[in-house]
């Protein structure tokens, strides 16, 4: 597989754990009292307006902050322990962590809101050993910033995938708000174990791709010692 393809395989990947983080964040948006699980940013300015308004719910808001804290620190320490598998298996503590949510949304809410923010922090927390696309590509904010950039960078092949791309990474989280928000009213109490379930495919589609970058690894090292014999 060439580089090239390798990266627009990381690309899709990147769009879909985009539309995941997009669902999770409108999920909880509406189940939680206004509060954002998956943009620490915005929900920054939620809890300092909150702390003055609602003390409580304030801090309720900052717990959200810390916790998704936690999940970018686990997963980092994670792909430093496991270089090989460092995409996969904090996905599969993000599935777990999205299933609690479910399992304790209608009896304890505050605990489902810190394990789907933390859950989101690990996700975003997937390309930290990416270039900079990658590791940007699950903030919308960012997105619009680089769209803007775009178009304003002249016509040239790379300012019109640099639109494309950018483009297409703030649209999926857009879609996956859109999915999330219709889940919520729509299927209220299933969420979350549909936001699982979406975890579980990630997990399948990254592992495929964790293997082919293995088998790359060992047709570059036979062909170096090819060269050296």
Known sequence: MTE?????????????????????????FLSFGRLFVASPDAGSIVAGVRLIDN?????????????????????SLAAAQFPRHRRS????????????AFLVET???????LAAAM???????????????LREALMPAVQLVRLGE???????????LSLVRHAALWLAFLTGGLCGAASAVHLPGRSFALAAVLTLLLVICEVFLER???????ATADFDSDQDG
Do not use: Q
Not at 15 to 22: D, K, V
Not at 107 to 113: I, R
Not at 154 to 160: A, F, M, P, S
């Open 150 to 160: 775009a178009f304003a960078g002249g016509n040239t092949t790379d300012r019109r």
């Open 4 to 28: 090239a393809r390798a990266r627009g395989k990381l690309l899709w990947f990147a769009s879909a754990a985009a539309m995941l983080t997009g669902f999770v964040d409108a999920t909880g």
């Open 55 to 75: 003390l409580h719910a304030g801090l309720v808001a900052g717990g959200l902050i810390l916790a998704f804290l936690v999940g970018v620190i686990i997963t």
């Open 89 to 100: 298996i904090p996905l599969l503590g993000v599935g777990f962590l999205l299933a609690m």
């Open 107 to 113: 009896t304890s809410a505050p605990v489902a809101a």
């Open 212 to 218: 082919r970058e293995a088998l790359g690894r060992l």
């Open 119 to 133: 859950a989101m922090g690990a996700v975003h927390g997937l390309f930290g050993k990416d270039e900079r696309v």
